[in-house]
């Protein structure tokens, strides 16, 4: 049976890497890579990066296009299942292309709003999957503001961008990932936020306030900074008063 490491490698800082992520990392021969398109590269060389500095055997670097998912209709789930299921196919030519252990690097944690593991779960091949927990965006985000994700004895809700604007603030602290339309400008003006894109990253911009204080300049800097970049990512904690 073929061997897969699906290995978080954090938010973006390269000391984000835990020891055992290096270990697995050095256990892989192979290293896939979805190519995102060239607005994206700096990911894809942060990764190459790791490899760089913490490889110590010879490995075949892998990339592929990623398969493009349609995004101009309301059925999203269905789109997201044709888009995993062609990004299965693409796994299972790339362990029929090259022997030995499959690595694949993620973004933050292979548990949170990531997508491989599903993935893994549609391929043909019969393979073995280890898993290595990652540092994530919320993670980092409440450590650079100096906070924490629940107050005592309070519980704290993960969610979208799209879910939050569907259903509002389901609890009193919320984290929101995967927001491209700054759902946050919908709530009470008094809900605090604290906003964090391009985390762990020399890039990295912070914001934090109330809503009606922060929420407008939130819109003018993610704007702006989605143009310079032609990317982004970023999250928040939104906490009711």
Known sequence: MREIRVIGIGAGDPEHLTL?????????????????GTEKD????????????????????????DPSRDRSGPAYVEAVADWHTARAALYDEALAQHEGVLGILVWGDPALYDSTLRVIALMSTPVDVTVIPGITAPQTLAAQHAVTWNR????????????????????????VMLDSQNSFLGLD?????????YL????????????????????????????????I?????????
């Open 20 to 36: 055992q992520a290096i270990r697995a990392m050095n256990d892989c021969d192979v290293f896939l890579h979805m190519a995102k």
């Open 42 to 65: 700096s990911l894809a060389a942060l990764r190459r990066q790791l490899l760089a500095d913490h490889m110590t055997h010879p490995f075949t670097w892998m990339e592929v296009e």
């Open 152 to 175: 005592i004895a309070g519980s704290v809700h993960v969610t979208t961008g799209r879910r939050l604007r569907d259903e509002g603030m389901t609890a009193d602290d919320v984290i």
């Open 189 to 197: 003006p008094s809900v605090e936020i604290y906003w964090g894109a």
């Open 200 to 231: 762990g990253t020399p890039s990295e911009i912070l914001l934090s306030g109330s809503i009606g204080t922060v929420g407008s300049q939130i819109e003018k800097v993610r704007a702006e900074a989605r143009t310079e970049h032609g990317w």
């Open 233 to 241: 990512m970023d999250t928040y904690l939104l906490r009711r008063p």
